[in-house]
């Protein structure tokens, strides 16, 4: 069973508020995670959890946070319009995960919304967060999808739905925000000490744990986005309310994965101008991490010169770092382990030849690797045949191409939840065959290892398809 604690309830009251979950009439758990069951030694039985999810008398201190943040380079006050964390989880050597409760009804946070989300968009997160753990990158995790028994006002009526997530925390840079923003130095201090003390203790000591902070966000974030780079991620909506002090990835709405590259992608039906769009992450990420400085400037230092000069001396060193990381990423991903500033044109070149001719992002890496992937399916020309040979070349020259290829295998995967298929098996599961979706998610647990029966997840899309495909909040 879970074994609650509710450490967040320390913080002043502005931060949150208790907050019961709705009743769901008639609930049946439509996905359970029973990896995630026995890693966390929950055992739970699919009685048991409907039993601790839905009384009552389990949340007498379960709440919904609140936050602000920036949404499409707008600053507004949020919160928790759907989601209530039910508890902290404890685990061994005082870690503490949240679970959360995602469309569980009404917060004081909900403005005009109802706090319930669809089957359908809850699916979609379990599909994804999960296929993003698997693939190696940080991310909250779904411990189970609640069939909720009534139906729901979108566009149209609509299953509703309960997600039950996992994070280390779902502390984001809108909750500094708001403690900057509405909140005194008292309180904006005792957050900063909590957040240390529960993500990263080992700063404490540091001279300035503020600017610490800081500086390890920065990092730290930069290796989550370099992440979704590598595998052709668009999160589609990094709203500062939607990145995370922890650094996992989440809240997974109109997110998508590319398929031909173009750095320029945009699938969200939100995103008019482009703000989110697959290229433009990394200089999002450092925007938003601007953001969560100047929240922070009231105590880093109490002389607000010195304290600006404090925090833009991290913030400066953003684009070295991204430069550093992300070429050398890109660098695996083409099976070359050192990185030298001398290679990076070797990777724009290659990029660049990919968008010209509308080649598939995965399987451009993994015709490289030579793992049967048919070259007929990225669409090369002569550009690409000359770079290839450059880059063999070089490969003889400095190793051997059975060593990069095992290099290209553990950074390139195989299979990712490309988004045509994603919403087919979900439309069939809403239907009442399971089948595909679960079928999909096995295979999703090895995205890097050779399957048999997977030729249907990793064919793109013909381009008409691609072109006219969106994603939605739809929750």
Same mark, same amino acid.
């Given at each position: 069973?879970?074994?609650?604690?509710?450490?967040?309830?320390?913080?002043?009251?502005?931060?949150?508020?208790?907050?019961?979950?709705?009743?769901?009439?008639?609930?049946?758990?439509?996905? *359970?995670?029973? !990896? +995630? &069951?026995?890693?966390?030694?929950? /055992?739970?039985?699919?009685?048991?959890?409907?039993?601790?999810?839905?009384?009552?008398?389990?949340?007498? !201190?379960?709440?919904?946070?609140?936050?602000?943040?920036?949404?499409?380079?707008?600053?507004?006050?949020?919160?928790?319009?759907?989601?209530?964390?039910?508890?902290?989880? *404890? +685990?061994?050597?005082? +870690?503490?995960?949240?679970?959360?409760?995602?469309?569980?009804?009404?917060?004081?946070?909900?403005?005009?919304?109802?706090?319930?989300?669809?089957?359908?968009?809850?699916?979609?997160?379990?599909?994804?967060?999960?296929?993003?753990?698997?693939?190696?990158?940080?991310?909250?995790?779904? *411990?189970?999808?609640?069939?909720?028994?009534?139906? &729901?006002?979108? /566009?149209?009526?609509?299953?509703?739905?309960?997600?039950?997530?996992?994070? !280390?925390?779902?502390?984001?840079?809108?909750?500094?925000?708001?403690?900057?923003?509405?909140?005194? @130095?008292?309180?904006? !201090?005792?957050?900063?000490?909590?957040? &240390?003390?529960?993500?990263?203790?080992?700063? @404490?000591?540091?001279?300035?744990?503020?600017?610490? +902070?800081?500086?390890?966000?920065?990092?730290?974030?930069?290796?989550?986005?370099?992440?979704?780079?590598?595998?052709?991620?668009?999160?589609?909506?990094?709203? #500062?309310?939607? #990145?995370?002090? @922890?650094?996992?990835?989440?809240?997974?709405?109109?997110?998508?994965?590319?398929? @031909?590259?173009?750095?320029?992608?945009?699938?969200?039906?939100?995103?008019?101008n482009g703000r989110y769009a697959f290229g433009n992450q990394p200089k999002v990420i450092k925007w938003n991490i601007c953001r969560f400085a100047e929240s922070l400037i009231p105590i880093i230092n109490e002389n607000k010169k010195i304290a600006i000069e404090l925090a833009q001396s991290v913030i400066d060193k953003f684009d070295s770092i991204w430069k550093k990381k992300y070429y050398s990423m890109m660098l695996n991903k083409i099976g070359i382990l050192e990185n030298k500033k001398s290679l990076h044109s070797l990777i724009d070149e290659l990029l660049s030849i990919m968008q010209n001719n509308n080649m598939d992002f995965t399987n451009t890496f993994l015709y490289l690797s030579q793992q049967k992937i048919s070259k007929t399916q990225h669409n090369s020309d002569s550009n690409f045949d000359l770079w290839q040979k450059k880059w063999n070349n070089y490969i003889k020259k400095v190793s051997s191409l059975k060593e990069s290829k095992q290099i290209m295998k553990k950074n390139n995967p195989i299979i990712i939840p490309r988004n045509n298929v994603v919403n087919d098996v979900i439309e069939k599961a809403m239907n009442g065959n399971t089948d595909s979706l679960n079928k999909l998610l096995k295979a999703l647990t090895k995205p890097y290892q050779k399957q048999e029966g997977i030729h249907e997840y990793t064919t793109p899309p013909n381009s008409h398809v691609d072109a006219c495909f969106q994603t939605y909040c739809g929750t």
């Open positions: 069973m879970f074994n609650f604690d509710y450490s967040y309830l320390s913080l002043p009251k502005k931060f949150h508020s208790l907050t019961q979950p709705s009743s769901c009439p008639f609930p049946e758990i439509f996905l *359970l995670n029973q !990896k +995630l &069951i026995k890693k966390f030694n929950l /055992q739970l039985t699919q009685k048991k959890i409907l039993d601790v999810l839905f009384d009552k008398n389990n949340y007498k !201190k379960s709440f919904a946070q609140n936050y602000a943040g920036h949404q499409f380079g707008y600053f507004t006050k949020l919160g928790d319009g759907r989601a209530i964390i039910i508890g902290e989880h *404890l +685990l061994k050597n005082n +870690l503490r995960i949240d679970v959360q409760l995602k469309g569980a009804g009404l917060t004081k946070y909900s403005r005009n919304g109802d706090g319930k989300a669809t089957l359908r968009s809850m699916i979609r997160e379990y599909l994804i967060s999960e296929a993003m753990h698997c693939l190696n990158i940080s991310s909250s995790r779904s *411990l189970a999808v609640i069939k909720s028994g009534e139906s &729901i006002l979108r /566009q149209n009526l609509e299953d509703g739905g309960v997600l039950v997530r996992i994070m !280390k925390s779902h502390i984001r840079i809108g909750t500094f925000e708001y403690a900057s923003y509405f909140g005194s @130095s008292k309180d904006l !201090k005792h957050l900063t000490s909590y957040t &240390i003390n529960r993500l990263y203790p080992h700063i @404490s000591n540091s001279e300035n744990p503020p600017l610490a +902070l800081l500086n390890t966000v920065m990092n730290k974030q930069i290796d989550l986005v370099v992440n979704w780079m590598r595998v052709g991620f668009i999160h589609g909506v990094m709203n #500062t309310d939607n #990145t995370s002090i @922890s650094a996992e990835s989440f809240d997974y709405g109109p997110c998508a994965f590319i398929n @031909s590259y173009n750095p320029s992608k945009v699938y969200s039906s939100i995103d008019h």
